[in-house]
């Protein structure tokens, strides 16, 4: 006779194959979580992807993390720093220009909060961007805004309800009393699951999710807060 297997079964079913990956993945990860980079390529003729030409990408960050451009495109293209989005007063007093570039790299440190725009100086009209910086008072990762939402503490970064991701407050993100915790709510709206494991994306979306939630956790597994 062949067993049904139900939803709860099912559930932990995928717990054991998210923990059976994380514990290959942590053997390289056990580390500390830091200020983070996050990449934008820059290709003919746009930022980010081509989608985006003639547009403006957009890109989240916190304060303190940096961004870096990938130049991934044939032509010399810059990224360089506007005064706001009319996109009209450009150059290094706004912020940062990397000059002409058609290989390599450039990067930017964002440490205040604020809305910032930027254009390419050789194709102004097809590429744009904008960085959308939250402010990170105490740099675990999560906006102020944020950890008012989940309800933990915005100005520390370890301790009882303090970094988003240790959902035990051990300051360690583990299988057993973190993702696990987390996966039991999977599917489930903070009306009914607590807003304390709603920690992606920035700000939350009041929903406990693989790709959001779960992932988030799963990508932090074996890695503690710094105090
Ligand atoms: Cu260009």
């Known amino acids: 006779m062949r067993k049904t297997i139900g939803p709860s079964r099912r559930l932990t079913v995928k717990i054991a194959a998210i923990a059976v990956t994380l514990t290959v993945v942590g053997l390289a990860g056990n580390g500390q979580t830091s200020a983070a980079t996050a990449t934008v390529n820059v290709g003919d003729f746009w930022f980010c992807n081509s989608t985006f030409s003639g547009s403006v990408c957009p890109t989240s960050i916190k304060t303190g993390d940096t961004v870096t451009w990938n130049w991934v495109g044939s032509a010399s293209h810059t990224t360089t720093a506007c005064s706001d989005g009319t996109f009209t007063t450009c150059g290094a007093a706004q912020g940062w220009d990397s000059g002409s570039m058609s290989t390599g790299t450039f990067s930017h440190t964002f440490n205040s909060a604020g809305t910032f725009f930027y254009h390419c100086q050789i194709h102004p009209a097809a590429m744009r961007g904008r960085i959308d910086v939250l402010q990170d008072t105490d740099g675990d990762g999560?906006?102020?805004v944020?950890?008012?939402?989940?309800?933990?503490?915005?100005l520390r970064r370890c301790g009882v309800n303090a970094w988003p991701p240790g959902i035990n407050s051990d300051g360690h993100v583990d299988v057993i009393g973190d993702i696990s915790t987390v996966a039991n709510f999977f599917g489930q709206s903070v009306s009914t699951a607590p807003k304390r494991y709603d920690i992606a994306p920035d700000p939350p979306d009041?929903?406990?999710d693989v790709i959001g939630d779960i992932s988030r956790l799963a990508g932090l597994f074996a890695q503690s807060c710094t105090p």
């Open 142 to 144: 999560w906006s102020d």
């Open 146 to 154: 944020a950890e008012g939402i989940i309800g933990t503490d915005p």
């Open 206 to 208: 009041g929903l406990i």
